[in-house]
């Protein structure tokens, strides 16, 4: 382990450890990852609940959506407070510190991994309800959407498990795995502005059809509509990540040693946890009306309460 990340990293935080810079950079990062917290937790149980609690919602695409959400709900419960704790632990060479850092490590790897595939799918998904819209449900069948998404997990866990072999290597594996999900997302985008474009030149030539061409379109209008909202997804996804792979790729070109200021980037990769499940409730109507149906449960039980605890 001489020559690992950690201890690179180590190595350039002992360097300013002693420094008011430091201090407050840890404090400041620290803070916002406690904010983070409850923010990724409580949207992304919502979008979970409502899905759970309303039957209708469970489609393909549903799944990956759940995926995504089980994902950055584990951010939101093990990743941002192992960050905070390591954050605020004092330097150390000792094998309990190497261990926590190895453990974050993990576990950004597994859950941060499952996001950038999940959402990798969703874009590749989109570009299938449009490309083929009337095949569509034969082509990602429910059956399907579970096996690919437990497919993620499971990739996932196995590239993890880099860290035992070499942890040097995770940096230029991350940064691999990262272009490419973007690259295939951008590239799929793509794919999905010039059949969107068709879509409406075809639309503009048909206005006056007969009524029987019109469903044909309005699901064309729904995958259009769909294929919009997951770009916005993917835009959220590669601000959020566009830092961590700047940074890591700084460190590989250049063997930097690894600033505590870096740890921003890390942050705004965890922030991308925290944004999805609200950019879900605000685009996705169904979504969004199962949420306020919950939130309305809740106000009207804690009402109730309230009234019992008067009256008692």
């Known amino acids: 382990m001489a020559n690992s990340t950690v201890d690179m990293m180590l190595d350039g935080l002992e360097s300013d450890e002693e420094s008011s ?18 923010i990724c937790i409580a949207g992304n ?20 959506l759940c995926s995504l959400a089980v994902s950055d709900l584990f951010v939101g419960f093990l990743v941002l407070p192992v960050n905070i704790a390591i954050a605020l632990t004092p330097l150390s060479r000792s094998s309990s510190y190497l261990r926590l850092s190895q453990a974050r490590t993990f576990l950004i790897i597994q859950l941060c991994g499952v996001s950038l595939d999940t959402m990798t799918a969703i874009s590749v998904d989109r570009y299938l309800a449009l490309r083929y819209h009337m095949r569509y449900p034969n082509l990602m069948t429910f059956k399907r959407a579970m096996y690919v998404a437990a497919t993620f997990w499971c990739e996932n866990f196995i590239l993890s498990l880099l860290i035992i072999w070499k ?7 991350g940064i691999v795995f990262v272009a490419l999900c973007l690259l295939i997302s951008a590239i799929t985008y793509c794919a999905i ?3 969107v ?11 006056q059809a007969v009524q029987s061409m019109n469903a044909e379109q309005n699901c064309k209008i729904q995958a259009k509509k769909r294929a919009v909202n997951s770009f916005i997804y993917y835009i959220c996804m590669l601000l959020c990540y566009f830092p961590w792979a700047v940074s890591s790729l700084i460190w590989v070109t250049y063997k930097e040693h690894w600033n505590i200021r870096w740890y921003f ?4 990769m965890f922030m991308n946890s925290a944004i999805n499940p609200f950019l879900y409730i605000w685009r996705n109507r ?22 019992n605890n008067i009256d008692q």
């Not at 201090?23 to 409850?38: D, F, K, Q, Y």
């Not at 980037?265 to 705004?268: E, G, I, L, S």
């Open 21 to 38: 810079p430091f201090e407050t950079s840890v404090i400041i990062n620290s803070v916002l990852n406690a904010l983070l917290i409850p």
């Open 45 to 64: 149980v919502l979008v979970l609940a409502a899905v759970w609690r309303n039957p209708s919602l469970r489609t393909p695409s549903t799944i990956l």
């Open 167 to 173: 942890t040097n290597a995770i940096l230029l594996v």
């Open 193 to 195: 502005y010039r059949i």
């Open 197 to 207: 474009r068709h879509h409406q030149h075809q639309m503009h030539a048909q206005q």
């Open 265 to 268: 980037a890390d942050t705004f």
């Open 286 to 307: 169904e979504i969004r009306r199962a949420v306020l149906k919950i939130r309305r449960k809740i106000l009207c039980k804690t009402d109730e309460e309230n009234l």
